[in-house]
Each structure stands twice: as C-alpha cells, then as structure tokens.
C-alpha cells in the first residue's frame, strides 16, 4: 500500500529578479516496509524534494498525498502535526541533544509527538526500540561516550520511537566510515519491514544501494529512472 504519494511536484526558489525552479513536475510514491532510495548529483533537488515530501517546505505547485489527503493545502499547524505524529527524521549528523541520556533522547520525543501515556508504557516502548536498534545496554549514556555509528543508531531509534509511518533519511551515513554505514543502512532497512514504514533515503553512495528495496534517480530537478 503507498504510504505518501508525491504529484507533479514543482519548486521555485527566488534568485533575485529571476526564479530558479528546482523541481520540474516529479512524482515519485513511497510504499509500506519499502525502503526508497533518491540519488543524482549535487544540486539535482534531492533534500528539496525530501523536505516537501515531509512537510518541512512548501511546494510551488502539485500535490503531496498522505492518507489521500493533500497536505500542500494544510495550514502549517495542521502539517506540523502530521508531521510530529506520522513522520520519523535521520540526518547526516546525528543531532543528539548533548545533555540528554539515550532513553531521555527518545523519551521526549515521545512528548513531542504526544505519546506520553503512562509511564510503564513509555518505558517499554523505549526498551523495545533501543533493543530493536541494539543499543539497551547504552540507555543511560551521553552522547559524548558514544560512537559515530552508536549515535546514529540512537537518531535511528528516536526517528522510530513514535511508530511514524514514514521515516525520511537525508544522507544518514555521510559522517560514518563504510562497517559504520553499512551497519546503519541494514539497521533502517530491517526497522523499515518491522515497523512497516515507507522510508524515503538521500544516498551519495552508491554501496548504500544493496540496502534498498527501489531507486530513483534525479537529475536537474527531474525524474530520469
Ligand atoms: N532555500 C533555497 N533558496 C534558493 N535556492 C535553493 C534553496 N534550497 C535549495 N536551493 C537550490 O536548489 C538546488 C537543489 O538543491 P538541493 O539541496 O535539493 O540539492 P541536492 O540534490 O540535495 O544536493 P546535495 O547532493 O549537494 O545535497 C540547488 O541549486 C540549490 O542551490
Ligand atoms: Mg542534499
């Protein structure tokens, strides 16, 4: 089943007196416990495509579905939401708050996306996504005791701590050597068929791609396979 559909997306970016469009009608549809890749050149529209498809940036013109319901006309509170409730984020760098613990880390954003529910609870979904990421035994450390690869496996823990239906990853292993980034990019794929999200991931790297189940290629603001 399509978790977010993407229709003739458009975007212009102002340059002073001219107007640079970046995203040249694209369509691209993410699908349940399947990981999406988007590769091309630098400059070629990948993180603006990425950050309309989750609602961090308006389009121009076309549609972005999520539920049949096109959030390119929501208010931005209305897309904030969807977006704290449904979505999951990876980045480059990690961006683990620096004094936080790893459970706290995860605990606030279950707040943030309004998952506060009993305590008992809150704990054991905690301890499920840090088991299912392999880091329990690391729930009480800071960032600053733990590995690139750790750190990233903790982004990938609180991206999921919510149960989003959509996780998107803007190039989540450019700061890892490649035994880290492999490690990284199965970690998102089996989190992506467990959890049964649509995952939509920014690669570089072309090794990545045995870790996806489709690829799309963008070159000058456009689909080319
Ligand atoms: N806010 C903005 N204002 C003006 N131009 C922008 C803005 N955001 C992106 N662009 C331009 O849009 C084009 C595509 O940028 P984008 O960041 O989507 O590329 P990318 O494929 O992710 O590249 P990279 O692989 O280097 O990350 C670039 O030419 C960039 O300069
Ligand atoms: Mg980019």
Redesign the pocket.
């Known amino acids: 089943m399509s978790r977010l559909q993407l229709e003739q997306v458009r975007k212009s970016?102002k340059?002073g007196d001219t107007e640079?469009e970046?995203l040249k009608g694209v369509d691209v549809t993410l699908e349940e416990g399947e990981v999406t890749a988007l590769i091309?050149a630098?400059?070629?529209?990948?993180?603006?495509l990425l950050t309309i498809a989750a609602g961090l940036q308006r389009l121009s013109e076309g549609r972005v579905l999520f539920n049949n319901q096109n959030l390119a006309e929501w208010k931005a509170e209305q897309v904030r939401k969807i977006r704290a409730q449904h979505f999951g984020f990876v980045f480059q760098s990690s961006h683990l708050v620096p004094f936080l613990t790893v459970e706290e880390q995860l605990s606030i954003m279950m707040d943030i996306a309004d998952r506060r529910g009993i305590k008992q609870e809150k704990q054991k979904q905690i301890k499920k996504i840090l088991d299912e990421v392999g880091m329990s035994h690391r729930r009480t450390a800071y960032p600053s005791s733990l590995s690139g690869g750790e750190k990233q496996r903790v982004a990938v823990a609180r991206a999921i701590i919510h149960e989003p239906s959509i996780l998107f990853a803007d190039e989540p292993t450019a700061s890892l050597d490649s035994n880290r980034s492999r490690e990284t990019m199965a970690l998102i794929q089996q989190v992506t068929k467990t959890q049964n999200m649509a995952t939509l991931i920014?690669t570089?790297d072309e090794q990545m791609l045995n870790y996806t189940d489709r690829i799309v290629k963008m070159s000058d603001g456009k689909i080319v396979s």
């Open positions: 970016f340059n640079e970046v091309g630098s400059g070629s529209g990948k993180s603006t920014v570089h």
